[in-house]
């Protein structure tokens, strides 16, 4: 039985890639930084799941984390944040720094942390956002956070081949991220996106964690940033 660890797993794409893994049989381990929200997100995931508790920006607890796992054959990493968000005239630099902090540093601490248990033949998917593409308004800070984990991915493709290195980008999707607007405001910029987004509609995590599978079985691929973001970022 294949092992995937999913850093990020309690909630949002994490949660639903876990559960559609350990439903094709995986055995998956998610981590989560909170005791409360890591046992409920096990407790309706199925008996093919496990959780641990770890702080992705402590590299002591990464460590010791991969040291009791052991060997992983997949390493899916949607740790995220939603610090630097805004325009740049008003945008706080110090907000900006913990954004990077809170994904850019901990999504590489995950996978650097990984590095020594990893299977030669396995994979590590980054999950970033849009946002690195899209050159949309009040987002040059969430822009910057995102490609500057892009802008690694095909770099380390071929420096610790032949483990593959890819990154999913989602759109907007209907996650947890969104909470900090109100439901009303929530529903309201939903509406707005999807009259710009060329499907339509606003991205389910569904549509996000089944590329994320795809590039865990297909053995093929390295390398790559695939935008699954319902045409958002066309011109």
Do not use: C
Not at 60 to 83: R, T
Not at 101 to 109: D, I, W
């Amino acid at each position: 039985m294949k092992r995937v660890l999913i850093a990020g797993g309690t909630s949002g794409i994490g949660f639903v890639t876990a559960k559609l893994l350990s439903q094709k049989g995986y055995d998956v381990t998610i981590f989560g930084r909170h005791r409360d929200t890591l046992d409920r997100a096990v407790q309706k995931l199925d008996h093919h799941v496990q959780g641990k508790i770890v702080n992705a920006a402590d590299p002591a607890s990464l460590k010791k984390a991969m040291s009791e796992i052991g060997a992983i054959d997949h390493l899916v990493i949607a740790l995220s944040g939603g610090k630097g968000i805004g325009k740049f005239s008003d945008l706080d630099l110090q907000d900006l720094r913990k954004g990077f902090e809170f994904k850019f540093f901990a999504q590489l601490q995950t996978a650097q942390s990984a590095l020594p248990f990893m299977s030669s033949n396995g994979s590590i998917t980054f999950l970033t956002s849009i946002s690195s593409r899209s050159k949309a308004i009040g987002t040059a800070g969430l822009g910057a956070i995102n490609g500057a984990i892009e802008i690694m991915v095909p770099t380390l493709a071929k420096e610790l081949k032949p483990l593959r290195i890819n990154a999913v980008a989602p759109g907007v999707v209907n996650t947890s991220w969104w909470d900090f607007l109100t439901p009303e405001k929530k529903e309201e910029t939903f509406s707005q996106y999807a009259k710009t987004i060329p499907l339509g509609r606003i991205a389910a995590p569904d549509d996000i964690a089944t590329m994320v599978i795809a590039l865990i079985e297909n053995s093929y691929i390295t390398g790559q940033i695939i935008a699954v973001d319902g045409g958002l970022s066309l011109d």
